[in-house]
C-alpha cells in the first residue's frame, strides 16, 4: 500500500502515480490562499461594528439628553405628566448603563483592542459584534460571567 501521512489517512497509489493531489493538501492550500482574504473580511466586520457602535454612542446621549431636558408642555395633563415621569425614571437608568458600556467599547477601541476578548485576550466573533457592537467579552466569558452574576443573586 502506502505509508501513513501525518494527515493520518492512507494516500491513495493512484494519486501517487497519477500526481493527483489529495484532499489533506488541497485543504491546506485553500486554507493558506484565504488568510488574507479572512483577515480583510475580519477588517471590515470590525470597521462596521466600530461604525455601529460610535452612532450607538451619540444616539444614547441624546436619548439621555432628552429625558433630562425639563417637560415642555403647561397643557399636559397630571396623570400624563406623571406617567412621563416614571416612564423617565426607568428609562435613565438603563440608557445610562448602556452608555457606560459603549464607552468602555470606545476606550478599549481608542487602545487597539475593540473585537478582542477583555478576559481571555481572544477575537470576539463578528455575528456577536454585529448584534452588540458594545461587547467587550467573547460568548464563553460573558456565559461564564453571566452564570457567576446568577450565583451571587441566589446567595
Do not use: F, W
Amino acid at each position: 500500500m502506502g505509508i501513513v501521512r501525518e494527515s493520518g489517512s492512507y494516500p491513495s497509489p493512484l494519486a501517487e502515480r497519477q500526481g493527483v493531489t489529495l484532499p489533506a493538501e488541497m485543504a491546506a492550500a485553500r486554507t493558506a490562499g484565504r488568510r488574507p482574504a479572512l483577515k480583510r473580511a475580519r477588517r471590515a466586520s470590525l470597521a462596521l461594528a466600530l461604525s455601529r457602535l460610535e452612532r450607538e454612542h451619540v444616539a444614547l446621549l441624546l436619548a439621555i439628553c432628552e429625558l433630562e431636558a425639563p417637560a415642555g408642555g403647561a397643557d399636559v395633563s397630571a396623570d400624563a405628566d406623571g406617567n412621563a415621569r416614571a416612564l423617565r425614571a426607568a428609562l435613565l437608568p438603563m440608557l445610562r448603563e448602556d452608555l457606560r458600556q459603549t464607552q468602555h467599547a470606545l476606550a478599549r477601541a481608542a487602545r487597539g483592542q475593540y473585537g478582542v476578548c477583555e478576559v481571555c485576550h481572544k477575537a470576539i466573533a463578528g455575528r456577536t459584534l454585529e448584534l452588540r457592537p458594545a461587547a467587550t467579552r467573547c460568548g464563553v466569558c460573558e456565559g461564564r460571567a453571566g452564570r457567576r452574576a446568577a450565583v451571587r443573586v441566589r446567595d
